[in-house]
């Protein structure tokens, strides 16, 4: 007795809004009560969106990473740390600057 594609729609799209945990307590219920075949059908739509949700959360994190060690990777040539000494050097200037002058403003 299989449900109608209809109903696991809307099964699905109301399951989107579930966060992360609440999934994942959906997903240990529907695996320890597979009796019926439409707990079947309901755990891989469950599985599904706990892969899909993780593979996002898995890229994201990947292109954070990436984008810090090209960073490192930039400073660790010659060019790259000239570079981070030399902002590092017009940021310093900048904040004296701005120290003095709220210095002299205040007198």
């Known amino acids: 007795m299989f449900s109608h594609s209809e109903e ?3 099964f699905y799209i109301k ?3 579930f966060s992360t945990n609440k999934l994942h307590e959906l997903e240990y ?5 597979k009796t019926y075949p439409i707990y079947n ?3 891989e739509i469950v599985e599904m969106l706990l892969i899909t949700r993780g ?3 898995f ?3 990947r ?3 990436i984008n810090h060690l090209d960073k490192c990777l930039s400073l660790s040539n010659p060019f790259g740390r000239f570079s981070a000494r030399l902002i590092g ?7 004296k600057r701005k120290i003095t002058s709220i210095c002299i403003d205040q007198q």
């Open 8 to 10: 696991l729609k809307i």
């Open 15 to 17: 399951i989107q809004y």
């Open 59 to 61: 890229l994201h994190q």
């Open 55 to 57: 593979k996002y959360n």
């Open 29 to 33: 219920y529907l695996r320890d009560n």
């Open 63 to 65: 292109i954070e990473e």
């Open 89 to 95: 050097y017009i940021c310093k200037f900048i904040d």
């Open 41 to 43: 059908q309901m755990h």
